[in-house]
């Protein structure tokens, strides 16, 4: 009997690859000779890196770089997939590590302050370890600058409407976009000749009513002055560029325009982050002759089947005809989970039970209703 464990992460309660441990125990109570494969898995926002090489069996490496505000440093942790037959050497990137929202208390949060640079520096360091392709997850940014700080830190000739020159020291932020001319890549530069894929789970466009910064700006700390700013600052820029294709791009306006960044000045593509994870572990292939899936994450809803981690695992299950069932922190009512090839779905919070006893108790909660799959399963 062989059981693949492909859970997401329980947000604020377990990382992806604890909540495979549970499940793990769960199966091994109620079929203790079954086969265990654990695919933990991430849809491109927290946790994208450790997920990837918990699965893959990569290693991590840590970088000092500059963190969301250009005074800060920031120590963080990327990963490299083992080496592959047919695939160039790879790194997997958050972008959030090093420009992240977390990173900064409530009253640092100021878009016209905050800056990707860090993010560009962390691709310089991957691509100084041989990587040829990066896997790049942009959930969590504290900033809104239209990558143009990541295009700096790797070089990129950046021309300011005074004609001031650029430093490559100090980084640009997103108060700077009203003054950028023109960001262009260069032959030999550092990124040439590699492939960058951007790992991305909204669909909103640079700018407009459902752009960048009217849509992330106020979580980021954005006034309604600020966000209307920005929005201006980041349509004048794709003009100005001559990228107002890739501004209408669906998901260029992920990570405060970030995604644009990436496809305007990298060339990069964008993916559905589910996609590019079970494409890089090969999840495919390791459902072969598998029994039983397991998938899961803290709340099972409408958002799920839409383009969600457990959405795109039971897809896939239901393509290859293998039963996949989910265990989560709640489950909505009235979801059709089958039609997305869900056979099974089991909240671990009964309605008498406080949220903090649930994510406190999640682990053993997580084990014990895995049993209960794996013991209902007609194997």
């Known amino acids: ?47 994208f890196v450790e997920t990837m090489i918990r699965a893959t069996g990569g290693r991590l490496e840590t970088r000092r770089v500059t963190g969301p505000l250009p005074e800060m440093k920031v120590d963080a942790v990327f990963g490299l997939l083992p080496a592959e037959a047919g695939r160039p050497p790879t790194a997997v990137i958050e972008m959030a590590a090093a420009a992240g929202l977390a990173q900064l208390s409530p009253g640092e949060r100021n878009p016209m302050n905050t800056t990707t640079f860090g993010v560009g520096e962390l691709m310089r360091a991957a691509i100084e370890l041989g990587c040829r392709r990066i896997l790049l997850g942009i959930g969590g940014s504290a900033t809104v600058d239209g990558g143009i700080g990541c295009a700096q830190a ?17 980084p640009l932020v997103g108060a700077d976009l009203e003054r950028v001319v023109l960001i262009k890549r260069h032959r030999g530069e550092i990124t040439d000749g590699v492939e960058i894929i951007t790992a991305c789970d909204v669909t909103n466009p640079l700018a407009g009513p459902n752009g960048a910064a009217p849509i992330f700006g106020p979580q980021k700390g954005a006034t309604p002055e600020q966000v209307e700013q920005l929005d201006r600052w980041l349509r004048e820029l794709a ?73 795109g695992v039971a897809k896939l299950c239901g393509e290859l005809k293998i039963p996949c069932v989910a265990i989560a922190g709640s489950v909505q009512d009235k979801i059709d989970f089958a039609a997305i090839g869900l056979c099974g779905a089991a909240g671990i919070r009964t309605p008498e039970m406080t949220l903090d006893y649930a994510m406190t108790n999640a682990h053993g909660l997580i084990e014990e209703a895995t049993k209960r799959f794996v013991q209902w399963r007609d194997f």
């Not at 993916?271 to 072969?288: C, F, H, M, P, Y």
């Open 154 to 170: 790797t070089g990129h000739t950046i021309v300011l409407a005074d004609g001031e020159p650029v430093s490559p020291s100090e």
């Open 1 to 47: 009997m062989k059981i693949v464990l492909a859970p997401d992460k329980f947000k604020g309660c377990l990382t992806a690859s604890q909540v495979a441990d549970a499940m793990a125990l769960g199966v091994r109570a109620a079929k203790p000779d079954a086969t265990i494969d654990a695919c933990p898995i991430a849809d491109g926002g927290e946790g």
């Open 239 to 311: 003009v100005r560029c001559g990228k107002q294709a890739e501004a209408d791009t669906p998901g260029a306006g992920a990570a405060g325009g970030l995604g644009f960044g990436l496809l305007a000045f990298f060339g990069a593509k964008l993916q559905s982050g589910i996609d590019v994870v079970l494409n890089a572990t090969n999840l495919k292939q390791r459902l072969a002759g598998a029994d039983l899936c397991i998938t899961g994450e803290g709340r099972l809803d409408s958002q799920s089947i839409d383009g969600k981690a457990v959405g």
